[in-house]
């Protein structure tokens, strides 16, 4: 075979790869038995995406120029659940990603055990060799359903002072982590004064059946919603406890503590002052949701509402 042919026959094969690192700059491009994964990069902004029917959004990304900056405003919001708990023990997280809340966590909360859980092996493989993230004695990583591992934590005793919801697909969150009875199991494995925070979206056409699927659960929730970018963090402080009975925090403290969490935040790009000033307003707020909309279930989570976006 001659160098000519061999070269035509090796471009005949590989176009769509070439088509989509010319397109992205791409690293690296697998699919995993979830979904399809990409890392590309422009500048200094390194980035994952998962592609499966609709989205093209990144899920992380890191700036190289300064590696510890949260780039996107729900990682930076999320942060909000150190005002009401700046001092956790243990943390689960669910849903890797690029690995920078369990990353950054680990830096801010040294004393704090942190266990999270990602179904997909190929996303802790791609966070470990892109994003820089790595696992200790105290920062731990369990590679199966976060259904199971809530079941199994729950009959081992294990409880967490700070549990964040931070599972997508690609596509949205896994409907089968949207549930009520999935709520339920989250509940049931917070301490006392535990503070649930969950990662979502204010433009889905599930939004008034998930934020009534947290309602049902939890009660009252601080509904903190950023219009500029369609992200929404639900913080619930005290979640074990019935919505009439938590101690609310006034804006004032919820300020001191944010000041007093300022340094640490810096480097991280974390405005936490004006988080908590957001958080306040958020917190004596009304819903905004139709609260007739059926929450959702196990017999009842209709995903192809969000084909309607």
């Given at each position: 075979m001659s160098i000519r042919l061999l070269l035509l026959l090796l471009l005949f094969l590989t176009p769509h790869a070439s088509?989509?690192?010319?397109?992205?700059?791409?690293?690296?491009?697998?699919?995993?038995?979830?979904?399809?994964?990409?890392?590309?990069?422009?500048k200094d902004l390194l980035c994952l995406k998962f592609t499966l029917v609709r989205s093209d959004s990144n899920q992380s990304c890191k700036d190289l120029a300064q590696p510890k900056r949260?780039?996107?405003?729900?990682?930076?919001?999320?942060m909000a659940?150190?005002?009401?708990?700046?001092?956790?023990?243990?943390?689960?997280?669910?849903?890797?990603g690029g690995g920078t809340l369990p990353m950054a966590l680990r830096e801010l909360t040294p004393?704090?055990?942190i266990d999270t859980v990602e179904i997909d092996p190929a996303v802790i493989r791609v966070a470990t060799d892109y994003f820089g993230y790595r696992t200790d004695a105290q920062n731990l990583i369990f590679t199966e359903d976060a259904r199971v591992f809530g079941k199994r934590a729950?009959?081992?005793?294990?409880?967490?002072?700070?549990?964040?919801?931070?599972?997508?697909?690609?596509?949205?969150?896994?409907?089968h982590l949207m549930t009520v009875e999935y709520l339920q199991e989250m509940r049931d494995l917070l301490t006392p004064d535990g503070t649930l925070v969950a990662n979502t979206f204010s433009s889905s056409n599930l939004y008034h059946h998930e934020s009534n699927s947290y309602r049902q659960v939890f009660g009252d929730f601080i509904n903190y919603r950023r219009q500029d970018t369609g992200n929404r963090v639900i913080l619930i402080p005290q979640a074990q406890r019935n919505s009439d009975t938590r101690t609310?925090?006034?804006e004032e403290l919820l300020?001191?503590?944010?000041?007093?969490l300022e340094a640490d935040l810096r480097p991280y790009d974390v405005p936490i002052v004006r988080i908590a000033a957001d958080v306040a307003i958020a917190a004596g707020a009304k819903p905004d949701w139709n609260l007739r909309k059926r929450p959702l279930s196990d017999q009842y989570s209709p995903a192809n509402l969000l084909r309607k976006r």
């Open positions: 088509a989509e690192a010319d397109k992205y700059g791409v690293l690296h491009e697998e699919r995993s038995l979830y979904t399809r994964i990409l890392v590309h990069q422009n949260m780039v996107f405003s729900y990682a930076q919001m999320s659940a150190l005002l009401f708990n700046p001092n956790p023990d243990r943390i689960l997280i669910v849903g890797l004393d704090a055990v729950k009959i081992k005793g294990q409880r967490y002072d700070l549990i964040i919801l931070d599972a997508f697909n690609g596509d949205y969150i896994p409907e609310p925090l006034s300020l001191d503590r944010a000041r007093a």
